[in-house]
């Protein structure tokens, strides 16, 4: 090979060399770029994914503060951050207000911008209403709905914007007394005679099943339960007498749970593990002048009745009455007008406290009473001359239809703080309500549209309560009693039950309306006594006399000021004929500020790109 060729050969190998050198360098920059691409747009993803979950994190934070608002009988309030002409939400000044404002929350190393906007249909100036549609677990029930829309932003710590999100949800509110029997706590039935209910039953708790031997226990109303169900007693008694559903008996399984399985019998009318229910507390009975415990059962009544306790030099019975408004201020010409009634008519006073004169064996204690005469009363408010108000400012009348009719809330104040707290403190203190048979005043005229008495304290009935006729000034009216406890006195108790002797001879009494109290806890040995024994008896009953019921049970939890345990009262049982009140299915004939539980629903969730 000559040195002319043997150049060419080296020159071509160069060339070669360099456009191999020249294909693998643009072979590696593109893996490069494809992986630092790869790379890029992974954590793009990545970013993309956590800043999408801080977003729904954010959504689900606010859901839960619309929850915890209905919860205390309130709703949202307030406005919305402006998106008019492009402006943008929770930038600088524009953050809305009250409910509905701008709130921002640090979610995975992220900020998360979050407001709502209020969608609901309103008619007239009230959310829209109806009734659960089939299928539902609460088919069939009343309910006013509102609707909101929230949303949600999700930004990096730069402040780039990773994921927008909005979620729009009703707000179901579900009148408690349109169920037979309804606990917050766990339910109990063990009725030592036959027992029937014929509506909805549910507990937040678990329900224990049960009827002494040889007796029969029958619901006919579709019966949910948070926790287990049992068939015994949760006192530790074992399975007893017979328990059906629509006729179909359900069948002992010790004390372990009836399982799912053991359910299907029962066509989905018994379920176990259910949405646990979000209601008022207990506390929300109690006066609340500041507006803490968001109490609509204070706020909202249409007269507040005080018992202050003072020196006996200033009054005999050692409490002064007066009507207070909502801010706790004194209505001055209301609490005229309630003491010239009551002068006018010593015989047969309005309203009047009588200091430990009434004793009750289960508290072991004698009880300071507010001893109202509910037809006394309703004439003293309806003469009153304009000096009790309605919440407009406008002269109440017994007639009014606010809120379904008359709310009257009864408080003692002792200057002991525990008195209306929300926590466990025993007091001697009650309200009794008497000539309560028809309701209204004494006369019939104007017709009552509803009554609802309230006290965070025990109360009782003395006799037939709202047993009135169909139509006209004698018809049954929608009626509540809300309480620490309910105590029944039947119609032979004209006078005081005293400590000593033998228990007063009971009489067939009849009361019709919703009950909402506490209630006493069973823990081993110590059973609080059922559903059975709910409303507390203080006489000699037996089966020949009956206690006629029709109305629903409310639980909200164990009382709080009345602790006297199941086991001491002293009374026997009657005949009880307890029924649910099927005007209740009708939201017209709910009684005034009949509570709710808060049922959400989501309708939406979107992300906008």
């Known amino acids: 090979m000559n040195t002319q060729t043997s150049i060419r050969t080296q020159g071509l190998a160069l060339v070669t060399a360099l456009i191999f050198m020249v294909v693998m360098l643009a072979v590696l920059t593109a893996y490069l770029t494809m992986t630092t691409t790869e790379l890029k747009t992974n954590n793009i993803s990545q970013n993309g994914v956590e800043g999408f979950y801080a977003a729904e994190g954010g959504l689900n934070m606010r859901a839960e503060q619309v929850r915890n608002i209905f919860k205390g009988y309130l709703r949202p309030v307030g406005t919305a951050p402006s998106t008019a002409g492009g402006a943008l939400p929770c930038v600088g000044t524009n953050v809305g207000s009250g ?71 009703q707000s179901r509110l579900v009148p408690l007394f349109q ?124 007269v507040r009745i005080v018992a202050t306790a003072v020196a006996v030099t200033v009054n005999p019975t050692g409490f002064v009455l007066s009507v207070v408004n909502a801010d706790d201020s004194p209505n001055t010409a209301a609490t005229a007008a309630l003491q010239t009634y009551n002068s006018a008519n010593p015989l047969n006073p309005a309203v009047v406290v009588r200091p430990r004169t009434f004793w009750d064996n289960r508290e072991g204690k004698l009880m300071t009473l507010i001893d109202v005469n509910q037809q006394r009363l309703m004439d003293a408010i309806e003469s009153g001359a304009g000096a009790f108000k309605d919440s407009s400012g406008n002269t109440l009348h017994v007639n009014d239809t606010t809120g379904g009719g008359l709310a009257i809330h009864f408080s003692f104040r002792d200057g002991n703080p525990a008195t209306n707290g929300s926590t466990l403190y025993a007091t001697n203190y009650g309200v009794r309500i008497r000539n309560a048979a028809r309701l209204g005043t004494t006369n019939g005229l104007p017709q009552l549209k509803g009554l609802t008495i309230i006290t965070n304290q025990s109360l009782y009935t003395q006799g037939d309560y709202n047993t009135g006729g169909s139509s006209g000034a004698t018809a049954k009216r929608p009626a509540a009693l809300i309480a620490d406890a309910i105590n029944i006195l039947s119609n032979a108790a004209t006078g005081e039950i005293v400590q000593s002797g033998s228990t007063p001879e009971a009489s067939p009494t009849t009361v019709n309306a919703a009950f909402l109290s506490g209630i006493d806890e069973t823990k081993s040995g110590a059973y609080n006594g059922g559903l059975q024994n709910y409303p507390r008896l203080h006489e000699t009953w037996g089966s020949s006399r009956t206690f006629t019921y029709k109305g629903s049970f409310v639980s909200l939890g164990n009382s709080l000021h009345v602790q006297g345990k199941q086991g001491s009262a002293r009374y026997s049982a009657p005949k009880r004929d307890f029924s649910y009140d099927t005007d209740f299915n009708d939201a017209n004939n709910l009684p005034p500020l009949t509570p709710r539980f808060v049922y959400l629903r989501q309708l939406l969730f979107a992300r906008s790109w």
């Open 179 to 302: 169920f037979a029997a309804f606990y917050d706590d766990d339910l109990e039935f063990h009725p030592g005679e036959d027992m029937s209910l014929n509506g909805r039953v549910h507990t937040n708790g678990s329900l224990y099943l049960n009827a002494e031997s040889g007796r029969t226990l029958s619901v006919t109303g579709k019966t949910t339960a948070a926790n287990q169900i049992g068939r015994y007693g949760k006192d530790g008694r074992g399975c007893s007498g017979i328990v059906t559903f629509y006729t179909i008996p359900m069948a002992c399984n010790g004390t372990s749970e009836i399982t799912t399985a053991q359910l299907i019998p029962f066509n989905k009318n018994v379920l176990s593990h259910q949405q646990k229910l979000t209601v008022p507390l207990m506390s929300s009975l109690a006066p609340d002048p500041t507006g803490a415990n968001n109490s609509e059962l204070w706020s909202r009544a249409d």
């Open 99 to 169: 409910d509905m404002r701008c709130i921002a929350y640090t979610l995975n190393g992220r900020t998360v911008n979050t407001y709502m906007v209020d969608v609901t249909n309103y008619i007239s100036g009230n959310p829209e209403s109806g009734t659960v549609g089939p299928g539902d677990i609460y088919a069939g029930l009343n309910y006013a709905q509102y609707a909101y829309t929230v949303k949600s932003e999700a930004l990096s710590s730069t402040g780039k914007r990773e994921a927008v999100l909005e979620m729009k949800f």
